[in-house]
């Protein structure tokens, strides 16, 4: 993998290099694939085309992203021992801020490569074709993120649109925080940067309760029959009331 990394980032320079001294235009696969010292037929193999080779180090990053992601994903915590190899959910692991480590992770690439991510931004500049080919690289993140939270939040409360929202609200302020520093790359945004992480965090998880507290305040009528001297309490409660709810319905049943 070092290798392979170190080949991407190689690619990555010398294409950015070419781009940047002959022009998008001018330079050819060919003169970059001889600046990356491989043939023309692995260069197609590896990168695809001019415009991917630029964001090759992304290949192998995203790769990682979801690596990252599946430790703590449904998958990692399925039950053998279940019949049906059954998902167990770890109340311990906390799916939006798993998303924002992810997310972390990018930016610290972009700050570790900072030659690089520099000469990338003003190419970019430069050449519309490179910017859509960068739109196309940030969505890719956001699929990823949106379909680890919709695999792994609580049954009751995975939302293909709360995770649809987290995502993008996530990368929305990746990329935010990213344009600053590569405007002013002197300055240190990582602790700014995960606030605002925490920030959205606390939207989404506020928003949750929010429903929560929204269905349990509006349960089905509560029905109550005797028999034999016995009292029997049935509450028909919204899926996912909290169980002080739960509590307080039965209560008003039997005062």
Request: hydrophobic residues 40%; charged residues 30%; glycine residues 6%.
């Amino acid at each position: 993998m070092a290798r392979t990394s170190h080949t991407h980032a190689q690619a990555v320079d010398v294409a950015i290099e070419l781009f940047s001294r002959k022009g998008y235009e001018q330079t050819t696969v060919e003169e970059i694939a001889d600046a990356a010292q491989v043939s023309r037929a692995t260069f197609f193999r590896r990168y695809g085309s001019k415009e991917d080779v630029v964001f090759a180090d992304h290949e192998l990053l995203l790769e990682q992203v979801v690596l990252m992601l599946a430790e703590t994903g449904p998958d990692a915590r399925e039950d053998g021992d279940a019949p049906t190899g059954r998902v167990t959910w770890d109340s311990a692991v906390d799916p939006y801020i798993e998303v924002c480590r992810a997310a972390r992770l990018v930016f610290d690439h972009h700050v570790g490569q900072r030659e690089t991510s520099l000469a990338r931004y003003r190419l970019l500049r430069q050449v519309p074709a490179l910017r859509d080919r960068e739109l196309v690289t940030t969505h890719r993140y956001e699929r990823a993120f949106t379909r680890y939270l919709r695999d792994t939040l609580r049954p009751d409360r995975s939302s293909t649109t709360q995770s649809i929202a987290f995502s993008a609200g996530v990368v929305a302020v990746h990329n935010a925080f990213l344009r600053r520093w590569l405007r002013n790359p002197d300055q240190d945004l990582g602790p700014e940067l995960d606030e605002a992480f925490a920030d959205l965090r606390a939207t989404a998880t506020a928003d949750l309760s929010g429903r929560d507290g929204r269905a349990a305040a509006a349960p089905l009528p509560v029905t109550v029959s005797g028999g034999s001297g016995a009292r029997v309490v049935v509450a028909v409660l919204e899926s996912g009331t909290r169980p002080d709810d739960v509590a307080r319905a039965v209560r008003d049943a039997l005062s």
